[in-house]
């Protein structure tokens, strides 16, 4: 039977996947890379350039007797507009779970029909439980079989091309010669990030040498069982891609080549991708349809103990083996290793750098475990989730520092301690309940960008579109290129006063002929009343309504798409959290969307002076950033985070201090110099030295004294001591510098130049030494001296 081909926007294919040997050098996984964003997005959904990149038609539906594929239509970028892997990926939604992905199942016309129920019946149930993630495609063949109709579509999705990049003839052989799963290759050959696609090049393994050994000891039954594990480990191996957004998985200088890397260690990569598929296949082994056709129902209930998985012993606990079911089992198999009692054979002692690295690891066996304690330490959301969302942004070891407060080296010492002193697992070490019950699989956003606090949002509202002209907005402010959405229960005083001041801003921070003034624009501002919730849900609303018109990528990219916000109870949670007012914040750049989202809180009706210098605060915002926005896009994952200094000091958390420190600084004072009123400057500085500023019942010096140094201070250690401090430091450096020299710094960001060289070229010296002498200056100095480095006009 020939191949068909239907155009189709959305697909409606069912989803599978396989196992395979080692991928050669030409056909590593170059992993998916770059830049953070929101996720929910329909692909194909544009066909006009958007952000640098189009999409070339529409997906093609490909059905026969041996097929079942979704091909996914390329997309092509613009030369003078690069985008950045990241938001291509972003943009055509390869991070969304979805239920009808554009997956590509291949099959010899040999296959049996069991094999190919058992396929189908796996990873529908994948893609149920986890997520469809896109561009995924699977070949299962015999190599002297008739194959012509999947050659046929591995040719339209580009696949027979050598590694030069130049067609080849379609033909199994070269199939069969770059064998593995999971594997991956370039469209037309191009390894260039945008249109690279997972792929699991598996030969029969009902008949492949490779594994007659295991078919012969296993037995068919138990082997075929054996194969639905390695499937169910490699679709998960490229559900872990799809939130990396274009960065190779794992280590620099791990088996694997690839680029950018996230640094995932060998020991996590494997070890999630095997903690996955025992609890699927626990959850989902009575529904089988092989687990029917056998009768062994029950068989993973209840974590069972086995006697072993040798031809002699029943079937169910051979099977229960293969699949991993005998949990408890594996903990104790595992702690007596790791205390010295195991087997000569296995090398493992405990955990170490050894394990990070697949060329080193010792211990292979035990893996799984390790990610399970990761579980148990906070939960399978944290490591299914919460790992995957910021892993783009932060690297593996900046998430796990995130997450648990730890580096590598100290959980391997934790855990190798805790596996000592356990011999069985303690009790809810493995979870009851279904982990899709534990785990919101379908509410991922990874990519978005990972630091908490303010900056925390710049990108919420995702992709690119058209400007948006003054007009479109209820009023405006004075300069083309802002629009203000403002609540129905905003009063004009408070507008014309908002106004005031983002003009202020304009004249203070925008005017440098240096700046590149299409980055500074442009700008939506919301102002809400903070007293009326009703209209703040209205106001979200108008700013859908006017996204869905002039920026429709941004409208399905943010929250303004009911698919992107998850469990959210307050209307779409763009300016609520938890019935709350989320604050005044940037959400949002030209580089990562439509435009800089200015959120305003509007204060209370006497409490002018916070609406000025907020406003002035977040202005400065929008001056730094544009700077260097243009390495938000078009940039190596976090440059923009190491060109501003949010990445300082030790480790790769976020931290506040210059970012949050000088747009404090700056912003007290010329609202003062705007009103003329020094004493604001003098009092809030003061305030944000000498009293605790927040819940903490211990002075903000008293906390910084006592703390880490400035540049290793971040959000979740002490944001206040980040914005208060560093807003000291930065007035200690304009006082001994000048101010025109801290301008200079965020000027010279436009070269892309990293925060130490810089800081180092515009003030001579270093910025850890900078620190050192301010924090000695603070130490030694009696209050009256701190407050007269503050100017007095």
């Not at 943009?91 to 190919?116: Q, T, W």
């Not at 019946?121 to 993630?133: N, P, S």
């Not at 999971?182 to 469209?187: A, K, M, Q, T, V």
């Not at 025992?278 to 062994?296: A, P, S, Y």
Request: charged fraction near 20%; glycine fraction near 8%.
């Amino acid at each position: 039977m020939g191949v068909l081909g239907v155009s189709c926007t959305s697909a409606s294919i069912p989803d599978e996947t396989d196992s395979g040997t080692d991928l050669p050098a030409d056909q590593v996984e170059q992993g998916l890379s770059e830049d953070g964003e929101m996720a929910g997005e329909t692909p194909g959904e544009s066909q006009a350039s958007s952000g640098g990149f189009s999409v070339d038609g529409e997906p093609i539906v490909v059905v026969s007797d041996n097929v079942d594929c979704v091909i996914s239509p390329p997309v092509t970028v613009e030369p003078a507009d690069l985008p950045s892997i990241a938001d291509v990926h972003r943009g055509i939604g390869m991070n969304v779970p979805k239920l009808n992905p554009e997956h590509c199942y291949l099959f010899s016309a040999e296959i049996p029909d069991d094999l190919r129920r058992y396929h189908a019946d796996v990873h529908q149930k994948l893609i149920d439980y986890v997520g469809g993630y896109d561009r995924y495609a699977h070949i299962t063949y015999e190599l002297e079989g008739d194959n012509a109709e999947a050659l046929e579509v591995l040719d339209q999705l580009g696949y027979f091309y050598d590694n030069d990049g130049q067609p080849v003839e379609p033909s199994i052989d070269l199939v069969f010669d770059r064998r593995s799963c999971l594997g991956g290759f370039g469209r037309d050959g191009r390894f260039d990030g945008y249109n690279e696609f997972s792929f699991c090049n598996q030969p029969n393994p009902l008949t492949d040498p490779h594994w007659e050994w295991d078919r012969e000891n296993f037995g068919t039954d138990v082997f075929m069982y054996m194969t639905i594990n390695g499937w169910v480990h490699e679709y998960y191996h490229h559900v872990q891609r799809a939130h990396t957004l274009g960065r190779s998985l794992g280590m620099p200088a791990d088996c694997c080549g690839g680029w950018n890397h996230t640094g995932s260690p060998a020991w996590f990569v494997e070890g999630q991708a095997q903690v996955f598929p025992t609890l699927f296949l626990r959850d989902v082994f009575d529904d089988l349809q092989i687990t029917k056709d056998l009768g062994l129902e029950g068989t993973c209930a209840g974590d069972p103990r086995l006697t072993g998985n040798g031809p002699d012993n029943p079937l169910w606990e051979r099977v229960a083996s293969q699949t991993n079911c005998n949990m408890t089992q594996k903990f104790e198999s595992a702690s007596r290793v790791i205390r010295g009692e195991g087997d000569e054979w296995d090398e493992c002692s405990g955990f170490s750098a050894l394990d990070e690295m697949r060329e080193t690891w010792t211990c292979t066996g035990h893996m799984e475990i390790l990610n399970f304690y990761l579980a148990y330490l906070t939960s399978f959301e944290t490591l299914f989730v919460g790992l995957h969302e910021d892993v783009w942004a932060l690297g593996f070891d900046g998430a796990l520092e995130k997450h648990f407060g730890l580096t590598k080296d100290e959980l391997y010492e934790q855990f190798n301690q805790f596996m000592r002193d356990n011999p069985t697992p303690p009790e809810d070490f493995f979870p009851t309940e279904r982990l899709d019950e534990l785990v919101d699989f379908w509410g991922i956003k990874s990519g978005v960008g990972g630091p908490d606090g303010e900056m925390a949002e710049s990108a919420n509202e995702s992709a690119s579109g058209p400007d948006i002209e003054p007009s479109t907005s209820p009023t405006a402010a004075r300069t083309p290129g802002i629009s203000i959405l403002a609540a129905s229960s905003v009063d004009d005083e408070t507008l014309e006063y908002l106004k005031t001041y983002i003009d202020q801003s304009i004249e203070y921070f925008f005017s440098d002929p240096r700046l590149i003034q299409d980055n500074l624009y442009p700008i939506i501002v919301l102002q809400y009343d903070r007293n009326n919730l009703e209209t703040i849900y209205d106001l979200e609303d108008d700013y859908c309504s006017l996204m869905s018109t002039f920026a429709p990528d941004t409208f399905f990219n943010s929250r303004c798409n009911p698919s992107n916000r998850g469990d959210c109870a307050d209307n779409i949670c763009l300016l609520t959290s938890d019935g709350e007012p989320v604050g005044s914040s940037i959400s949002g750049t030209p580089g990562t969307s439509c435009c800089y989202l200015f959120i305003s809180d509007s204060f209370d009706a006497n409490d002018r002076t916070s609406l000025a210098s907020v406003t002035l605060h977040e202005m400065f915002h929008i001056f730094q950033i544009s700077n260097y926005v243009d390495y938000e896009t078009q940039s190596i994952i976090n440059d923009a985070d190491y060109i501003s200094g949010m990445i300082s000091g030790d480790g790769t958390e976020h931290k506040p201090w210059w970012m949050e420190g000088t747009a404090v600084y700056f912003s007290h004072l010329y609202y003062s110099r705007a009103t003329g009123d020094f004493e604001h400057l003098n009092n809030q500085m003061e305030q944000g030295l000498y009293t605790p500023y927040g819940p903490s019942g211990e002075d903000i010096i008293d906390r910084y004294l006592n703390g880490p140094d400035l540049y290793n201070v971040t959000w979740e250690s002490d944001w206040a001591v980040g914005y208060q401090v560093g807003a000291w430091f930065a007035a200690y450096v304009a006082h001994h510098e000048g101010e025109q020299a801290v301008i200079d710094f965020w000027i010279n960001t436009q070269t892309g130049i990293r925060f130490p060289e810089n800081f180092e070229q515009t003030f001579g010296a270093d910025y850890r030494a900078y620190v050192d002498e301010f924090e000695e200056f603070i130490r030694t100095s009696d209050r009256s001296e701190v407050m007269g480095i503050l100017p007095a006009s």
